[in-house]
């Protein structure tokens, strides 16, 4: 079965009692059983429900393995990933650029109970080599990074990992598993925030966390049920649906990103723009060997003061200054307050990570008015900085 394929039929039959084309939403908390400890494969809804089992075994369809298990938010989902692999005293090494909400959990709830976290620059490979040692259990990454879409060489990474017994798990949130296969290039784990481009339509929060092996997945999933973070059967429900137009829209936001990214590039006002689709964005060359696309997502730098980048963000006419991103519906967002505000300034600096870098989440709106859309933006800024120096000059 090919990918759009698996979207719309894989775990997907017809609803069997009556032939519903699309299942019901099982929004049930329990299940009638025939004898006590009989049931019909249900029991209750923390544990199963049949929405959910539905999307989960989509998810793991597409990810080309058996094991998925669905959380009521990426983050829980990366927690149960945490909490079944980090005990005191153990080592987990993550990348300079790192979704801020992991940074956090990392720093503020795993390390006080004694994980050390090693967070560097993991393109450079004598240095991850060194960092990995016999007490690391995950090196976590993400690729694309998240907000400076880095890519980093998930084959290598998973070669130096496994030489010394760590798991692999890699955020696939960015690429999604249309544009990238982590479980083809060794990864052992994958991690999603189903909440952006599988949900597609910026109206629910989910997570997935999915395993190649059943003995890696047994803690993740005993987790699920026991610490109880699931979505609730219509969150489930809403994700199925957006999930069948997966293919079509990662296309779309490509087509978007590609035409955004070549817009900016050479811009006065920008100073750089990350994408990995620019061959001369620095992991242009692994990208194109290990995705087959290059994403939806766009950030730069923009030439300018804080003041400046508050205005542009402030003002666009189709990309809502918002949380979020992989909705149809175009976002953008300035990472420095914003997703990453919970990594401190100093931090931030030391990390490269620019307080005038703006993350783009362009969605399936027409190419031409999104860059029309920003070019606005741009000028507009243009004319408010030729204005004010002229009337600076004029009060001499
Ligand atoms: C790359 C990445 N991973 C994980 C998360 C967390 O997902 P959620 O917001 O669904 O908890 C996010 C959220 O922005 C993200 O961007």
């Known amino acids: 079965m090919n990918f759009a394929t698996k979207t719309i039929h894989a775990g997907q039959p017809s609803e069997p009692e009556t032939g519903s084309l699309i299942a019901p939403i099982f929004q049930t908390s329990t299940y009638e059983q025939d004898a006590p400890g009989q049931d019909k494969g249900f029991n209750y809804s923390r544990?199963?429900?049949?929405?959910?089992?539905?999307?989960?075994?989509?998810?793991?369809?597409l990810e080309?393995?058996?094991y998925a298990a669905l959380f009521a938010s990426g983050l829980a989902a990366e927690n149960a990933v945490l909490q079944a692999y980090l005990r005191p005293g153990d080592e987990i090494v993550i990348p300079t650029d790192v979704y801020g909400g992991t940074y956090r959990i990392l720093n503020k709830v795993y390390a006080p109970i004694g994980v050390t976290?090693?967070?560097l620059d993991i393109a450079n490979r004598a240095a991850l080599q060194a960092a990995?040692?016999?007490r690391t259990k995950l090196v976590w990454i993400e690729s694309p990074t998240n907000p400076r879409l880095l890519v980093y060489d998930i084959v290598d990474i998973c070669r130096l990992a496994h030489a010394k017994s760590a798991l692999v798990v890699v955020d696939n949130t960015f690429a999604t598993p249309y544009f990238q296969q982590p479980f083809e290039l060794g990864a052992d784990i994958v991690v999603h925030s189903v909440t952006k481009y599988l949900g597609g339509h910026s109206d629910t929060i989910q997570?997935?966390?999915?395993?190649?092996?059943a003995s890696v997945f047994e803690p993740i999933k005993f987790l699920q049920n026991a610490t109880g973070a699931v979505p609730s059967p219509f969150d489930c429900w809403l994700t199925l649906r957006g999930l069948k137009t997966l293919e079509l829209r990662m296309q779309r936001h490509e087509e978007n990103a590609i035409a955004i990214a070549n817009s900016l590039k050479g811009h006065p006002l920008v100073r750089q723009v990350y994408f990995p689709g620019l061959p001369e964005h620095?992991?242009?060359?692994?990208?194109?060997?290990?995705m087959t696309g290059f994403g939806g997502m766009v950030s730069f730098e923009l030439e300018g003061t804080i003041e400046e980048v508050v205005a542009f963000c402030s003002s666009r006419r189709y990309f809502t200054l918002g949380e979020s991103l992989g909705g149809v519906k175009a976002l953008l967002c300035h990472p420095a307050t914003m997703t990453h505000a919970s990594i401190p300034a100093e931090t931030r600096a030391e990390l490269g990570l620019s307080d005038t870098?703006?993350?783009?989440s362009p969605g399936c709106e027409n190419a031409k008015d999104l860059v029309e859309d920003l070019l606005e933006g741009l000028t507009l800024?243009?004319?408010?900085?030729?204005?004010?120096?002229?009337?600076?000059?004029?009060?001499?």
């Open 282 to 290: 620095p992991g242009h060359e692994i990208a194109k060997k290990q």
């Open 47 to 61: 544990t199963n429900n049949p929405t959910r089992q539905r999307l989960e075994t989509v998810l793991a369809e």
């Open 357 to 360: 870098l703006i993350r783009l």
């Open 132 to 134: 990995i040692t016999d």
């Open 64 to 66: 080309g393995v058996q």
């Open 117 to 119: 976290i090693k967070q």
């Open 207 to 213: 997570g997935a966390a999915l395993a190649k092996e």
């Open 381 to 396: 800024l243009d004319h408010q900085r030729r204005t004010q120096k002229v009337a600076a000059a004029s009060a001499h």
